[in-house]
């Protein structure tokens, strides 16, 4: 049974920082990836990284999150710096054996960690 939990969700002012988390055991080599959905929105996919590292961002995103995975500990990150009001949402870690863009069509999915930034 695929398992992925998150953590690391909470509130924040505006411009400040927050580090999620996913335990995601047993799946190094499947593609993974972070998303977001806020209330009325679609889900939004955030960054992915790949079996070998490859990693890609939306736009949207990019330059103020960073993904990785700790292969030793089993876990992907996104670490979110600059945060603004439009950045709260529910945020889903999510992987895939096969499909690595940012759609989203993963497969497995977390249950999600809310954020907050307050303006």
């Known amino acids: 049974q695929v398992l992925l939990v998150e953590s690391g969700g909470g509130s924040v002012q505006s411009g400040g920082s927050l580090r999620l988390s996913c335990a995601a055991s047993g799946y190094s080599r499947y593609c993974k990836g972070w998303f977001r959905q806020a209330p009325g929105k679609e889900r939004e996919g955030l960054a992915t990284?790949?079996?070998?590292?490859?990693?890609r961002y939306a736009e949207s995103v990019k330059g103020r999150f960073t993904i990785s995975h700790d292969n030793a500990k089993d876990t992907l990150y996104l670490q979110m710096n600059s945060l603004k009001a439009e950045d709260t949402a529910m945020y889903y870690c999510?992987?895939?054996?096969?499909?690595?863009?940012?759609?989203?069509?993963?497969?497995?999915w977390g249950q999600g960690t809310q954020v907050t930034v307050s303006s």
């Open positions: 990284i790949d079996r070998v590292g490859r990693i």
């Open positions: 999510a992987v895939d054996p096969v499909y690595c863009g940012l759609g989203p069509h993963f497969v497995y």
